[in-house]
């Protein structure tokens, strides 16, 4: 006998995002945020900008909520840069301004040598890396009942382009693959601290970006160098992770499905239909509105369709494809959530 569905209970953004990174049913698909969506028009909203938002715990707070206060997102993502453990671990970071991206100066690296790479005792307690425990913190505290904390801890790919330089770190990977396991080795330890203490300041979940991008790398290197070490990640850090890569990168999904990650963030370079197809529902897929021709310079239509091609190919939760250029509209980011809604209520009323 067929059983019918039971119909889910309405739930809160936490239990939504929750529920669609274990795979379980949800009443709506979440909107989720794994990156950032601080922007120049959210940070005057607030009066909290760039670079100070990210190194100031309470502006951290501040500006990050805005992405369930002002755009509706069931997630509250407060790590807006990449480079917060970098600054720590001792490169030289270019903080930039109010309209501008930190960057790690990587043609300053700090490391070159297996050896060289040491995990400093005020790891967890630089400012830099203290801004976003005590932000996750307060998050947790004022809407940790209501929606989902998402942390973000880098892998060690991502540590070894700032810390080894880009060139010399792909480099190395071709002229020894065992020393390159090696530095991978030891950096994983930076990856599971920095995630275990976010956990820890009351972190639902992790994204974990490990920038073994499609136009850097092949899927085979993805295989050889990070799928043991991302599964390793699940059994260290007692979190759902979500793993981001930027690019095309359907040729290592196959991979990535296998890691027992919760989930994958992924960019649309790849088709929703396409991503679904290969990853099955070993894992959940979070997509993958693109950034800088749809967000950033089109209009809320082009925005809704894009959000329904990833409703219709079944992609579990829905979200900008990696961080938002900080000039992209407010009222773009508005319709991700309005169309996700708009949809479930006529899938219901069909
Ligand atoms: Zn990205």
């Known amino acids: 006998m067929v059983q019918k569905a039971e119909p889910v209970k309405p739930m809160n953004?936490?239990?939504r995002v929750?529920?669609?990174?274990?795979g379980d049913p949800v009443d709506r698909t979440p909107v989720c945020n794994p990156t950032s969506v601080a922007t120049v028009e959210l940070m005057d909203l607030v009066g909290a900008h760039f670079p100070e938002a990210n190194r100031d715990a309470e502006k951290m707070f501040r500006l990050a909520a805005t992405g369930y206060t002002e755009l509706g997102f069931d997630t509250i993502m407060p790590v807006f840069s990449i480079i917060q453990e970098s600054s720590a671990l001792g490169c030289n970071i270019q903080w930039e301004s109010k309209d501008n991206w930190p960057t790690a100066?990587?043609?300053?690296?700090?490391?070159a040598e297996p050896d060289d790479i040491k995990v400093p005792a005020d790891l967890l307690?630089?400012?830099d890396t203290k801004c976003v425990l005590d932000a996750i913190a307060k998050l947790k505290k004022e809407y940790g009942e209501d929606v989902a904390i998402v942390g973000k801890t880098m892998g060690p790919w991502t540590l070894g382009y700032h810390c080894f330089g880009v060139e010399p770190f792909?480099?190395?990977s071709l002229d020894d693959p065992d020393k390159m396991k090696r530095c991978l080795e030891r950096m994983k330890e930076i990856t599971i601290l920095f995630g275990l203490a976010q956990i820890?300041?009351?972190a639902d979940a992790l994204t974990l970006p490990d920038h073994?991008?499609?136009d850097l790398v092949s899927g085979d290197y993805y295989a050889t160098f990070l799928q043991e070490m991302h599964t390793e990640f699940v059994d260290e850090i007692p979190c759902p992770l979500i793993l981001h890569?930027?690019?095309?990168?359907v040729d290592r999904m196959d991979y990535i499905a296998q890691t027992g990650m919760a989930a994958f963030h992924f960019d649309s370079k790849n088709t929703p239909v396409e991503s679904v197809e290969v990853v099955k529902e070993r894992i959940s897929l979070i997509g993958n509105i693109n950034n800088p021709e749809t967000l950033y310079a089109k209009n809320p239509d082009a925005v809704r369709q894009e959000v329904l091609n990833n409703l219709e190919a079944g992609v579990p939760l829905v979200g900008p494809e990696c961080a938002v250029p900080l000039q992209t509209p407010i009222e773009n980011l508005k319709e991700i959530t309005r169309t996700v809604c708009d949809w479930h209520k006529e899938q219901s009323v069909v």
């Open 245 to 249: 890569i930027c690019g095309r990168t």
């Open 105 to 111: 100066r990587m043609n300053e690296p700090i490391w």
């Open 212 to 214: 073994a991008t499609g």
């Open 18 to 22: 929750l529920a669609a990174l274990r």
């Open 125 to 127: 307690t630089h400012p």
């Open 170 to 172: 792909l480099l190395m």
């Open 13 to 15: 953004g936490r239990q």
């Open 200 to 202: 820890e300041a009351g």
